[in-house]
T-cell receptor, first 113, second 108 residues
Framework: NAGVMQNPRHLVRRRGQEARLRCSPM?????VYWYRQLPEEGLKFMVY????????ESGMPKERFSAEFPKEGPSILRIQQVVRGDSAAYFC???????????FGEGSRLTVL | KNEVEQSPQNLTAQEGEFITINCSYS?????LHWLQQHPGGGIVSLFM?????KKHGRLIATINIQEKHSSLHITASHPRDSAVYIC??????????WGAGTKLIIKP
């Protein structure tokens, strides 16, 4: 049973470009969470999704950031018109509906030049 | 005062030593996670606790809800245990408050 898979592991973008980060949850997991870790800081919750639904987006910046978890395929975290302050590690986690135990991916490191 | 306090912040020990990392929190929680973050940055979930004690291999985690305290123990420590260990209590399984982490170095 593969773990939570994130790609790309490293992404470099110039200011103003778009960044797309993908997360495939563990098999049987229908809940996906995205977190952001800024340099020298702990993780901050961004958004919680179930298939085709956003459950809690209280940690998402109001502009430029969006997330989806379609019926088929991975969850996508999309950052439009990236700025240098978006440089961070973005972690995805997933959990099954029953236990609530959360499993993390290896993270995607975004660098904005 | 931080909502989550971990101690020690840094710990260097010799291979084979018994390691204890402590976590105190001031918020109400439904569960507490212990996580491991390696130098490459990947995060591994070690435990999710809501009461009592859990054991997985050489790792043991305990929690005292009344005292708002949790501990992570590593028996027979090994250099590959070197990592940052993070305590993260939460009032849900995903709304976690992250501790500053304990940087553990195990020397051979």
């Amino acid at each position: 049973n593969a773990g939570v898979m994130q790609n790309p592991r490293h992404l470099v973008r110039r200011r103003g470009q778009e960044a797309r980060l993908r997360c495939s949850p563990m098999k049987g997991h229908s809940h996906v969470y995205w977190y952001r870790q800024l340099p020298e800081e702990g993780l901050k919750f961004m958004v919680y999704l179930q298939k085709e639904n956003i459950i809690d987006e209280s940690g998402m910046p109001k502009e430029r950031f969006s997330a989806e978890f379609p019926k088929e395929g991975p969850s996508i975290l999309r950052i439009q018109q990236v700025v240098r302050g978006d440089s961070a590690a973005y972690f995805c986690a997933s959990s099954p509906p029953s236990t609530g135990a959360v499993f993390f991916g290896e993270g995607s490191r975004l660098t904005v030049l | 005062k931080n909502e989550v306090e971990q101690s020690p912040q840094n710990l260097t020990a010799q291979e084979g030593e018994f390691i204890t990392i402590n976590c105190s929190y001031s918020v109400g929680i439904s569960a507490l996670h212990w996580l491991q973050q390696h130098p490459g940055g990947g995060i591994v979930s070690l435990f999710m606790l809501s009461s009592g004690k859990k054991k997985h291999g050489r790792l043991i985690a305990t929690i005292n809800i009344q005292e708002k305290h949790s501990s992570l123990h590593i028996t027979a420590s090994h250099p590959r245990d070197s990592a940052v260990y993070i305590c993260a209590p939460g009032d849900s399984n995903y709304q976690l408050i992250w501790g500053a982490g304990t940087k553990l170095i195990i020397k051979p």
